[in-house]
Every structure is written in C-alpha cells, then in structure tokens.
C-alpha cells in the first residue's frame, strides 16, 4: 500500500481512536461510581472524599462525550487538563520517570486528548453529523 492509499483512511482511524480512548476513559469512572468493573478502586468515587472522585466525574462526562464525538473538543480540552493534573497531583510526586510512578496513561491520556483539540474528532461523529446537517 502506498502513502496516499494509507492518508485516505486517516479521518475513519481518528474516528476509531476518539471512540477507544472515550470508552476506556469512560471506564474510569464507572469504576468509581458504578463499580464496574470491579477492581481497588470501584466505589470509591461515591463519597468524593479525594480527588479522584472528581476526576471520576469528569472521566464519566468527558469519556461518554469524546465516544460518541459530542461537543469533542471542548470535552477532549477539559478531560486533557484533568490527566495533565492529576499526573503532577497523584503520580509525579511518587518518582520522576512515569513508569515508576503509574502516570504513563495519565500522560497519554493528557496527549491523546490534546491531540483530539486540535484535530476534532474524525468520522463517526456526532459533531460530524450535525455539521453536515447545518451544510
């Protein structure tokens, strides 16, 4: 396959990127207040006696919006400054290299949300459909 063949599908894997990372951001928080999945911190969102359980809220938005692409770059900005904090709140404090402090997803997170700014969110959204209506 050469480049030009590979550039076409571009738009659709964006597409099929916004909606993993929502949906794996999205389980997050309903691990925390949904307990599901089950694992250490099911549940613990439900006091919101730390700030994880307000990140858990924010996981919960933002990953449900960023899937099925709605209002994605505003969700995708906010859910990136949300990693972006909770890497130097939570894991940096730990140790310097991220893989010794668990925020190596935080970051990615943080980066592939970025990204999602200033790219939009590809095929297969929301957001696209309703442009093509307005056009």
Not at 6 to 19: C, D, E, N, Q, S
Not at 72 to 83: D, N, Q, V
Request: hydrophobic share 55%; with cysteine; aromatic share 14%.
């Amino acid at each position: 396959m050469n480049n030009d063949r590979l550039t076409a599908w571009a738009p659709a894997m964006l597409g099929v990127l916004r909606i993993m990372s929502g949906l794996l951001f999205l389980e997050h928080g309903t691990q925390k207040f949904l307990s599901f999945p089950a694992g250490e911190y099911a549940g613990m969102g439900l006091t919101f006696s730390n700030p994880g359980a307000y990140a858990g809220v924010i996981e919960l938005i933002t990953g449900l919006l960023i899937a099925i692409g709605l209002f994605t770059r505003p969700a995708a900005f906010l859910a990136s400054g949300t990693m972006a904090a909770a890497y130097f709140m939570a894991h940096a404090p730990q140790n310097f290299f991220p893989v010794n402090n668990a925020g190596d997803a935080a970051i990615l997170y943080c980066f592939v949300f970025l990204y999602f700014v200033f790219a939009g969110p590809g095929r297969f959204s929301i957001d696209g459909s309703l442009r093509a209506r307005r056009a």
